[in-house]
């Protein structure tokens, strides 16, 4: 019996012994797992963010192993491409010699880059290229083309004595805003001109306010009027510079530009005019009269101008023209004035336009 009991207690022992060992082993087991566990949580993590990922995003997928969760989508910023911008043209460099005239100017209309300039900053007599301002200012305060105006009767003693040149209309006579502005800027009509201002401003001076502010406004810091036609005052100057600024404003209106490169217009019937009044562009006139055509040997044209002349002022024209498809302003004033019917002012723009190189 004895003998029996000491086996059992020896079975027992070694079972203890196995199970203990067993358990260890267990363990080292579990201890070893979670190590390699660890380890490689460590190591996704690490590869994750040298790949630029958030850790904490990382740290939920390892974790959520037996938990399904929705991968979070990481925005890639787009890339914007920055427009290239359109390189400026070369500016040609345009020569001034053998002109006529004292003073002159050449401009880009795109972007008012000069490319000839004689003197063109200094004081000069425009003469009637003031109508030209006459006629936006008109063109910008009446805006019903077709509203009927009266033409006074107490400025023709004065236009007829100082010999201004009209556009024929009479007074009394009802005659549309369109007709008057056509009469401006074609036979350069000091008629239209005073009655537009009249019924603008109330009076010339007015008006001349009027067209000193609107000066200001657009630059032209050495202009001064006096009047609204261009007839001589010493204290009614402007420059080339000036008005290649003004012109190039009046260009981007098309009702201006409309009638400025008009050859001819007949105004509407009217009680004194029944057949209306055919007014032709001096500024063509002059061309044609001349023999000089408005298409220069570089194949230029010349769309349209405005011409001036008094003794003081010389002879004096703002024209522009198109070479493939660019714009060009040619201001150029005190032209010799033996004779109001001398050219050499269409002889210079002649002159210029054809120096351009397409």
């Known amino acids: 019996m004895r003998k029996r009991k000491k086996k059992r207690q020896r079975r027992q022992r070694i079972i203890t012994v196995v199970l203990c060992l067993i358990m260890v082993a267990v363990i080292v087991q579990i201890a070893f797992l979670g190590k390699r566990i660890r380890n490689g949580e460590s190591t996704r993590i690490q590869a994750f963010q040298e790949n630029g990922t958030e850790a904490d ?14 991968p979070t989508a990481t925005s890639t910023p787009e890339l914007t491409e920055t427009p290239t911008p359109e390189p400026t043209p070369e500016v040609q460099s345009v020569s001034s010699e053998y002109l006529h ?22 004081q000069a007599y425009p003469a009637s290229i003031t109508k030209v301002m006459t006629a936006i200012l008109a063109i910008e305060n009446l805006t019903d083309l077709d509203e009927q105006l009266t033409v006074p009767e107490d ?6 004595e100082q010999g201004a040149s009209v556009a024929g209309f ?3 006579e009802q005659v549309s805003v369109r007709s008057l502005l056509y009469g401006v800027l074609l036979p350069s009509g000091a008629d239209a001109c005073i009655t537009l201002a009249d019924q603008i401003a109330g009076s010339e001076e007015g008006f001349v306010q009027m067209m000193n502010d609107k000066a200001a406004e657009l630059g032209m810091a050495n202009t001064h009027f006096v009047n609204c036609t261009g007839l001589h005052d010493s204290q009614h100057y402007t420059t080339c510079e000036d008005l290649a600024v003004l012109m190039r404003y009046c260009l981007e209106n098309d009702t201006f530009r409309t009638i400025i490169t008009s050859r001819s217009y007949t105004t509407e019937a009217t009680s004194a005019h029944p057949s209306g009044i055919t007014m032709y562009d001096s500024m063509f006139t002059k061309f044609d ?36 498809g660019s714009e060009y302003i040619l201001v150029t004033m005190g032209a010799p004035a033996q004779l109001a019917s001398e050219i050499m002012s269409v002889q210079d723009a002649e002159t210029v336009y054809s120096r351009i190189q397409g």
């Open 289 to 324: 009269n001349s023999g000089i055509s408005t298409t220069v040997s570089n194949g230029l044209t010349v769309e349209g101008g405005k011409t001036g002349f008094t003794d003081e002022a010389g002879q004096c024209l703002a024209s522009f023209g198109s070479l493939n």
């Open 155 to 160: 400025m023709f003693p004065e236009l007829t």
């Open 57 to 70: 995003s990382i740290s939920d997928s390892v974790v959520g192993d037996s938990q399904e969760t929705e």
């Open 170 to 172: 009479d007074p009394y």
């Open 101 to 122: 005239s004292a003073h002159a100017i050449l401009i880009r209309a795109e972007d008012g880059a000069v490319m000839m300039d004689k003197a063109a900053s200094e």
